[in-house]
């Protein structure tokens, strides 16, 4: 099992800013119940850091998760499933470019490894890289489509580097089921992007009342936070 579980793609949902969060763990095959066949011992370290793990990951504390995780990846530098719960947890706790290089790190090392791939995507839309975001994206969404959070994050990577159409697209290819009030605002934003003021107001409108002050701030802006003036609104 993995720091994250559940779902089509293997993640189980905590969402910030509706992206997608992880939250169960293990430490792939380092600890006591490692895999037969291991090709290096843990040592006490490992265990230790094996130990500190799983508990930091039952209390939700990312943050120790992560620091006996920098442990473990140097005891096992060529495990995958390592990197990519490195990766998570990294991202869990803030540490978005250290997320994104173990994500790229757990890819290079299993390219079968759709999660890292998500990871890529996440971590480089939080670290401020939204082409690389972009291109993993849509990367995995070409083997899961309609992955709704993967189209979210895709889809905001999109506008940062000035792409609405694209943004749309992926947005459009979200099943209306799935769709929460995060895609909502992007569609609106999306939508106010290509000059479509009253389908970005209808976007708008079906999300939750409390988010008001948001939309009137999204309403505002255009491109890269130019005013966008609709000549439709007084």
Same mark, same amino acid.
């Given at each position: ?40 011992? #843990? ?22 998760? @992560? ?56 971590? @480089?839309?939080?670290?401020?890289? #939204? @082409? ?12 899961? #489509? ?42 609106? *934003? ?8 009253? *389908?970005? *107001? ?31 609104? #007084?």
């Amino acid at each position: 099992m993995d720091l994250s579980d559940g779902g089509s793609s293997g993640r189980r949902n905590m969402r910030k800013n509706g992206r997608t969060r992880g939250a169960k763990a293990s430490p792939g095959k380092t600890g006591r119940s490692a895999a037969a066949g291991r090709s290096k011992s #843990p040592g006490a370290d490992g265990q230790a850091a094996t130990a500190a793990f799983l508990a930091a990951v039952s209390r939700g504390d990312f943050t120790a998760a @992560a620091e006996a995780l920098d442990i473990l990846v140097v005891v096992e530098p060529d495990n995958a499933k390592l990197h990519y719960n490195h990766a998570l947890a990294l991202r869990l706790s803030g540490r978005v470019k250290d997320a994104l290089a173990a994500a790229r790190r757990a890819r290079s090392l299993d390219t079968a490894n759709a999660k890292a791939l998500f990871e890529i995507a996440a971590s @480089a839309l939080e670290a401020g890289e #939204p @082409a690389a975001s972009l291109e993993a994206g849509s990367a995995y969404l070409a083997d899961h #489509p309609g992955d709704a959070d993967a189209a979210l994050n895709a889809a905001r990577a999109a506008l940062l580097v000035d792409r609405p159409d694209a943004a749309l697209a992926l947005l459009e290819s979200v099943a209306a089921a799935d769709a929460t009030d995060a895609h909502r605002l992007c569609r609106g *934003e999306t939508l106010r992007d290509l000059g479509r003021f009253e *389908e970005a *107001e209808k976007a708008w409108a079906q999300a939750a009342p409390t988010l008001a002050g948001q939309i009137l701030s999204l309403r505002s802006k255009g491109p890269r936070g130019r005013m966008a003036l609709n000549p439709s609104r #007084p």
